[in-house]
């Protein structure tokens, strides 16, 4: 009677842009050094067993802010992570919750087992990092440029960073920086 239509499911869609997989996890002390994020991208060999525990733990319940207001100073951490199955952005002060032991010994032990990190070297810029896929890589500017309008914008679409002004003559410094994964590259001697 009716007549059905079957449509055949076409499930391949390509044409969206993966969206780098990573983890970024930070603690810090207030006055402190800056610290120094766990990076964990989805080349961890870890990195499913990483998400299901993290999963495990609800990190999805997290909310975006944890603080007591009652200390000025202290302890501070972030937590941010873009997958698939999780998308969390979080961070606190002196404040936590209640399965952040957890998470944190989860993130802590996936990066120790990560391979110890290599000076990556390229002759000209990647397009994409090739370490978490985010495009672009920017380009660290030594020295004191002046700062242009349109340098501005370039350094908010990631496309340069301000390396600082000293400058090494010796190729001891990256050309390239991820700013997604903070990953730097080397230019081929
Ligand atoms: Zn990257």
Redo the contacts with the bound molecule.
């Keep these: 009677m009716g007549s059905q239509v079957t449509k055949k499911s076409k499930s391949s869609s390509k044409s969206h842009k993966t969206k780098?997989q990573i983890i970024k996890f930070e603690t810090f002390d207030m006055p402190g050094p800056p610290p120094e994020p766990i990076i964990l991208t989805s080349k961890n060999k870890a990195w499913a067993d990483v998400i299901r525990n993290l999963v495990d733990l609800s990190v999805d319940k997290w909310v975006a802010e944890y603080h007591d207001p009652s200390i000025m100073d202290g302890s501070g951490w972030s937590l941010s992570i873009c997958s698939k199955e999780l998308n969390i952005q979080s961070s606190g002060m002196n404040a936590y919750p209640e399965t952040f032991d957890a998470v944190q010994e989860v993130i802590e032990r996936a990066a120790a087992t990560a391979p110890p990190p290599t000076k990556p070297t390229y002759a000209r810029k990647p397009r994409k990092?090739p370490?978490?896929g985010?495009s672009p890589v920017a380009s660290i500017m030594y020295g004191m440029p002046s700062l242009s309008h349109e340098l501005m914008e370039k350094e908010r679409r990631g496309e340069v960073v301000f390396g600082g002004c000293v400058i090494e003559m010796d190729g001891s410094q990256p050309s390239w920086k991820?700013t997604?994964?903070e990953?730097e590259f080397y230019k081929t001697t």
Excluded: F, I, K, Y
């Design positions: 780098p990092c370490n978490c985010a991820c997604t994964c990953m």
